[in-house]
């Protein structure tokens, strides 16, 4: 099964409204990502979270970490309509090299 | 810093015949690893490596494919005998050492 499953699959919001995503793993990790694809592009890399950190902000995003719960959120505030895209979660695995696992994504809808 | 490139952008094959992928790493990245995404899935790790040297090929199928990063020039992925099954978007991504992943914008493949 996948290391990162992210939840829900699929989230419709109003601009202007928070999104938060969530992302759960199975085994020890040494960092996790968020990445964002808009429809048939590339992965844009959004944040890195180390293993020894709890929250990071950019911008309108925030991602916290709970390895105790094996998870972490994604939260896009007062989103706009260009935030509509999928979200992925991808962990770097202790011992893994550089290596990144994906989740399944979720994905975004912002409705103007 | 034109980032990480691949081409071609669309690739069509039909069944039987051989597809090459290729990448070029953002400068100064020696790291190159292959992903593959199957229509609304999250990205499969195929490969890892760097120049001249395979790190990590877990995720390549056993037989067909076949990955290189030469001392000079692009890393390839080299599909032979495409099937259907194969049809999907390749994504290459280099790094440093530490960390500093890098999408390109994918190959998309498909195979009639």
């Known amino acids: 099964s996948q290391q990162g499953e992210e939840d829900p699959q699929a989230l419709s919001i109003q601009e202007g409204e928070n999104a938060t995503m969530n992302c759960s793993y199975k085994?020890?990790?040494?960092?996790l990502q968020w990445y964002r694809q808009n429809s048939g592009r590339g992965l844009v890399h959004l944040i890195l979270i180390r293993s020894n950190e709890r929250e990071k902000h950019s911008g309108r995003l925030r991602v916290t970490l709970d390895t105790s719960k094996k998870s972490s959120s994604l939260l896009i505030t007062a989103s706009r309509a260009a935030d509509t895209a999928s979200y992925f979660c991808a962990t770097g695995l202790t011992g893994g090299g550089n290596k990144l696992t994906f989740g399944t994504g979720t994905q975004l809808k912002v409705e103007l | 810093n034109a980032g990480v490139m691949q081409n071609p952008r669309h690739l069509v094959r039909r069944r039987g015949q051989e597809a090459r992928l290729r990448c070029s790493p953002m400068?100064?990245?020696?790291?190159v690893y292959w992903y593959r995404q199957l229509p609304e899935e999250g990205l499969k790790f195929m490969v890892y490596?760097?120049?001249?040297?395979?790190?990590?090929e877990s995720g390549m199928p056993k037989e067909r494919f076949s990955a290189e990063f030469p001392k000079e020039g692009p890393s390839i992925l080299r599909i032979q005998q495409v099937v259907r099954g194969d049809s999907a978007a390749y994504f290459c991504a280099s790094s440093t050492p530490q960390y500093g992943y890098t999408f390109g914008s994918g190959t998309r493949l498909t195979v009639v």
């Open positions: 400068k100064g990245h020696s790291h």
């Open positions: 490596l760097q120049k001249e040297n395979i790190i990590d």
């Open positions: 085994t020890s990790i040494n960092n």
